[in-house]
Nanobody
Framework: QVQLVQSGGGLVQAGGSLRLSCAASGRSFGSYAMGWFRQATGQERDFVAAITSSGGNTNYADSVQGRFTISRDNAKNTVYLQMNSLKPEDTAVYYC?????????????WGQGTQVTVSS
């Protein structure tokens, strides 16, 4: 069974920084791309950032490009989201995600969600 366990987040003033972590169980973490999504109250869940299995390539939503950085440490089975220059509109519940092959079946796996609140 795959588990994604998130940590980090909290309350920060506009312009501040936070780092989210997502630790994955399982020995095949380094074989899969990882992503971060966020969902503001009353909104759909939106893509934030993604990173390839090796960490060699990343992709960002336009709204966070240049402010957020996704990275991973495959030795620690962990993916990170460094968030700088935070804005009130970044307030949301953030989720890490990966699509993984488990017991021969592809499935979407999600972290438990972490609240990020940016005050103006």
């Amino acid at each position: 069974q795959v588990q994604l366990v998130q940590s980090g987040g909290g309350l920060v003033q506009a312009g501040g920084s936070l780092r989210l972590s997502c630790a994955a169980s399982g020995r095949s973490f380094g074989s899969y791309a990882m992503g971060w999504f966020r969902q503001a109250t009353g909104q759909e869940r939106d893509f934030v950032a993604a990173i390839t299995s090796s960490g060699g390539n990343t992709n960002y939503a336009d709204s966070v490009q240049g402010r957020f950085t996704i990275s991973r440490d495959n030795a620690k089975n962990t993916v990170y989201l460094q968030m700088n220059s935070l804005k009130p509109e970044d307030t949301a519940v953030y989720y890490c995600n990966s699509r993984m092959l488990v017991n021969g079946i592809w499935g979407d796996y999600w972290g438990q969600g972490t609240q990020v609140t940016v005050s103006s």
